[in-house]
């Protein structure tokens, strides 16, 4: 992979950020844009914006034609069977909550169980409180090893026969945590449970089969994949989302309308009510295109050396804390001792380097780790070991910054 030729289609990588150039290590809050999917979203405004399924006329058309490719582009990127599988949704967190209030209220009932991991992020963990809490259903929890992975074993003792929905992310956005979620799938199967899959952090770096997997829903979001913002996808097997009932209730998601009862279009729409993310799903399908011109496979691979990279070099910094396994996806995770990491990011955030500073809404998880807040670097197609050099000086300097203030 020529990671130059990569870095000069992000126009906003190439500017200088408090008199240095920039060194974005923050994508797995949010993924830069290349320069074909600004463009892809522009030519929809400036030359066939129009509403989708609705109008005859020549603009109408075009656009209803660019929205549902980018479906069929959606449905290629993850293996899935049919296009009605893939809905359209606001991200991730819709999709999640999509799943908790069709499916869980229709399915989950008192006495029952919802299992999940320590590690989630809120928007697969928020949802899952709020279903137990209103059908009286347990919500139970996966242990996790010391070194913050899953062992199947436990899984097997987790999941019962009372188990409903098992719903657990493919990778830590903390950790950075490859969960082996076929696998667990499988084990949900054998209880008749469903399992969602939240793929945010995992469909932007690996190739992701829906249908390898097996598992019964799937959900990630444009923007960590190069895509815009506000426009995500639920995956479904088609059987379940056919007996599922809509959450939102309007327009283009209606079949025939009564004074007192209606009917739902078929799927996918019947799910997508209201005007669509129209825009943002064309910039969806030029993200995509632009990541199989690059090849998901050479896109892993970049990441992986980078990070074995990044552990190596990170390692040389005197009292720097790295949580989560030796094996795992493109983001590491850190505290400096006696540093907050607020004050770490400051820090380099004026030598020009961007990283994430908090709880990154995994607040259960941090308490397992005994810390308030972590820093977090996290890697793309677009990232170099000069980036991780500069990251390493960076910290380098801000332990020295601190220390000479202490």
């Known amino acids: 992979m020529d990671v130059k030729a990569v870095r000069d289609a992000f126009p906003i990588l190439h500017q200088e950020v408090n008199g240095h150039p920039l060194v974005y290590l923050d994508s797995s809050a949010t993924s830069q844009k290349p320069i074909s999917v600004i463009d892809k979203m522009s030519e929809y405004y400036k030359g066939y914006n129009s509403n989708v399924h609705r109008g005859v006329h020549t603009l109408g058309t075009r656009a209803t034609d660019e929205y549902e490719g980018a479906r069929e582009k959606v449905r290629r990127f993850i ?159 088609r059987a379940l989302l056919k007996a599922m009932e809509p959450v939102e209730f309007g327009g283009e998601m209606i079949d025939f309308v009564n004074l007192y009862d209606s009917t739902w279009k078929e799927l996918p729409w019947k799910f997508e009510g209201g005007t669509p993310i129209i825009a943002g799903a064309i910039g969806l399908g030029a993200a995509i295109d632009f990541l199989n011109d690059i090849g998901l496979d050479e896109i892993a691979a970049h990441e992986h050396k980078l990070t074995a990279y990044a552990q190596q070099q990170l390692k040389t910094v005197d009292g720097l804390t790295i949580y989560g396994p030796e094996e795992r996806a493109g983001l590491i995770t850190f505290n400096l001792d006696d540093v907050h990491p607020h004050d770490t990011a400051t820090v380099l955030d004026a030598e020009g380097i961007a990283v994430r500073a908090g709880h990154h809404c995994a607040q259960p998880l941090m308490k397992w780790l005994d810390v308030s807040a972590t820093a977090r670097a996290s890697f793309y197609l677009y990232n170099t070991e000069e980036d991780i050099d500069r990251l390493v000086e960076g910290l380098k300097r801000t332990k020295e910054y601190f220390g000479d203030v202490f």
């Open 79 to 237: 293996n899935a069977s049919s296009l009605q599988e893939v809905i359209f949704t606001r991200g991730t967190t819709t999709a999640i909550n999509t799943v908790a209030s069709s499916y869980g209220r229709a399915n989950v009932r008192e006495g029952d169980e919802i299992v999940i991991s320590p590690m989630e992020h809120h928007s697969n963990l928020i949802p899952w409180q709020q279903l137990a809490k209103q059908t009286g259903a347990e919500l139970k929890y996966m242990p996790l090893q010391s070194d913050g992975t899953i062992n199947l074993e436990d899984v097997k003792e987790t999941i019962t026969d009372r188990t409903k929905i098992v719903a657990i992310m493919h990778v830590s956005n903390v950790l950075g945590t490859i969960n082996p979620v076929k696998e667990i799938a499988e084990i949900a199967h054998q209880h008749e449970a469903v399992m969602l899959v939240d793929g945010a952090q995992a469909a932007p770096h690996m190739k992701v089969d829906v249908q390898d997997l097996d598992c019964d829903f799937y959900a990630f979001s444009a923007h960590k994949m190069c895509g815009p913002t506000g426009i995500g996808v639920l995956y479904g097997k």
